[in-house]
């Protein structure tokens, strides 16, 4: 079975985006990622058999219970550091040898649904997973058959995440496929990127629904897209 995780955090001004809100202030930064969340579930919204929203603090289940609709079940991510979490939810996922299990984060909202599902497609050979992301983390994980002891001891948030990560992954003797880079949006840098991004994408007609977060993008700039 394809289970997808989406760790998502309420948008809560001052508790979201707070590097990004540096630039462009609290209720900005917390709009942004809310047009994030919209965009992410959407387009996710079928992949996959079974999707999660994978979300805290734990107060904020009925927001995310309208977010999640009929689409996705809610899983609580417990205390402790991003490490401990996504160990959480592979262990809770990965329940039989069939399983495919692929977590993603909410903070690249033009992320290609096809890099998903060939995510999934390439745990059918490998035990593990990697889409990595330009500022040294990763966008994807995943893992299949086995829970893979790669989580602990990481430095979160830094540029070494997927460095670190690969290196685990080595140590547990395990296979590795990896995706194409992408790209998250956690700085003013990364803004300007998404910014170009999306205004290209609307201009070649892409299918994607970014409405929401060009719509803030927009608010955030006197050059109309």
Same mark, same amino acid.
Request: include cysteine; charge should be negative.
């Given at each position: 079975?394809? =289970? +997808?995780?989406?760790?998502? =955090?309420?948008?809560t001004?001052?508790?979201?985006k707070?590097?990004?809100?540096r ?6 930064a917390a709009?942004?990622?809310?047009a994030?969340?919209?965009?992410v $579930? ?17 107060e904020?289940?009925p927001?995310?219970?309208?977010l ?23 262990a ?17 909202? $033009?992320?290609p ?14 035990d593990?997973v990697v889409?990595?992301?330009a ?11 086995? +829970? ?7 430095a ?19 296979? +590795?496929?990896?995706l ?6 956690? $700085?003013?840098?990364?803004l300007r ?8 994408l609307r ?6 629904n970014?409405d ?8 955030? $700039?006197?050059?109309?897209?």
């Amino acid at each position: 079975m394809n =289970k +997808l995780g989406i760790f998502v =955090k309420q948008p809560t001004a001052g508790r979201v985006k707070t590097r990004l809100a540096r630039d462009i202030g609290d209720e900005n930064a917390a709009a942004l990622y809310e047009a994030f969340l919209q965009a992410v $579930t959407q387009r996710f919204a079928a992949t996959g058999n079974q999707r999660s929203l994978c979300y805290a603090p734990a107060e904020a289940t009925p927001y995310f219970e309208q977010l999640a609709g009929a689409d996705y079940q809610l899983w609580q991510q417990p205390e402790g550091d991003l490490g401990a979490r996504l160990h959480g939810f592979f262990a809770e996922h990965l329940v039989a040898a069939e399983d495919r299990v692929i977590v993603i984060g909410s903070d690249s909202p $033009t992320l290609p649904e096809e890099y998903i599902e060939r995510g999934f497609e390439l745990l059918n050979e490998a035990d593990c997973v990697v889409g990595p992301a330009a500022d040294g983390g990763y966008y994807l994980i995943g893992m299949q058959g086995r +829970l893979l002891p790669i989580f602990a001891g990481i430095a979160w948030s830094g540029a070494t995440v997927l460095d670190q990560t690969v290196s685990r992954i080595v140590d547990a003797g395990a296979t +590795l496929a990896m995706l194409p880079v992408w790209y998250d949006v956690d $700085t003013a840098e990364d803004l300007r990127l998404l910014r170009g991004h999306v205004r290209a994408l609307r201009h070649a007609q892409s299918p994607l629904n970014l409405d929401a977060v060009a719509q803030i993008l927009d608010k955030l $700039t006197d050059d109309p897209y």
